[in-house]
Structures are given as structure tokens and as C-alpha cells.
């Protein structure tokens, strides 16, 4: 089995920074990519960034300039880090790797069971 475990979330103030670190452990034999979603309250979950494993990145509209996702990969993390947190960034947020657990076997999405962000003065 594959487990993500996120932390990092809180309460900062509108215009701050948060870093969200997302660590997978269990049987991993490589991963595809690494991503982060949220769910504001009311709403469906949305992609905030995704990191693929050649390098390549997406993020959403809303975020591009203020949120970076990048990966350490020997200890299998996976980070978002937030800027300029505006107040309708308030979500949890949700790390997902897809992760193949042998050579042969098919990738599978995981995720972690989620962190809440609030920004509010």
C-alpha cells in the first residue's frame, strides 16, 4: 500500500506564504507525477498544480505567479508553495501521486487525507 501524509496548513494573513511538504511512503516503485488539489467549502475539488516526472508542470489560472510545486524525489515529497495568499485560496488541500508500485504493475492515483489553509485577517 501507498500512503500520503500532508502537513503544513494553518491560518495566515492575506498576502502571506505557506509551504505545503506531502510525503508518500510504502511500496513505490516510481511515480508518474505529483499534484495538489483543493475543495473550498460549497465546491468541487479543483487541480491547484500538478508535476509531472519529466519536469514538466500545470497550474491553475488563478494560481500561476504566486504558487510553485516542486519535488524532492529521493525522499518522495511532493511541495506547494503558496505566495501571496488571497483569501478565496481558503480550501483544504489535497496532495495526489500517481504511483506505480512494481515494474509491471499499472500506475494507481493516491491521496492524502488533506490539509486545510485559511487566510483571513
Known amino acids: 500500500q501507498v500512503q500520503l501524509v500532508e502537513s503544513g496548513g494553518g491560518l495566515v494573513q492575506p498576502g502571506g506564504s505557506l509551504r505545503l511538504p506531502c510525503a508518500a511512503s510504502g511500496s513505490i516503485f516510481s511515480i508518474n507525477s505529483m499534484g495538489w488539489y483543493r475543495q473550498a467549502p460549497g465546491k468541487q475539488r479543483e487541480l491547484v498544480a500538478v508535476?509531472?516526472?519529466?519536469?514538466?508542470?500545470n497550474y491553475a489560472d488563478s494560481v500561476k505567479g504566486r504558487f510553485t510545486v516542486s519535488s524532492d524525489n529521493a525522499k518522495n515529497t511532493v511541495y506547494l508553495q503558496m505566495s501571496n495568499l488571497k483569501p478565496t485560496d481558503k480550501a483544504v488541500y489535497y496532495c495526489?501521486?500517481?504511483?506505480?508500485?512494481?515494474?509491471?504493475?499499472?500506475?494507481?492515483?493516491?491521496w492524502g487525507q488533506g490539509t486545510q489553509v485559511t487566510v483571513s485577517s
Open positions: 508535476l509531472f516526472s519529466g519536469g514538466s508542470t
Open positions: 495526489t501521486m500517481r504511483v506505480a508500485r512494481t515494474l509491471l504493475s499499472y500506475s494507481s492515483d493516491y
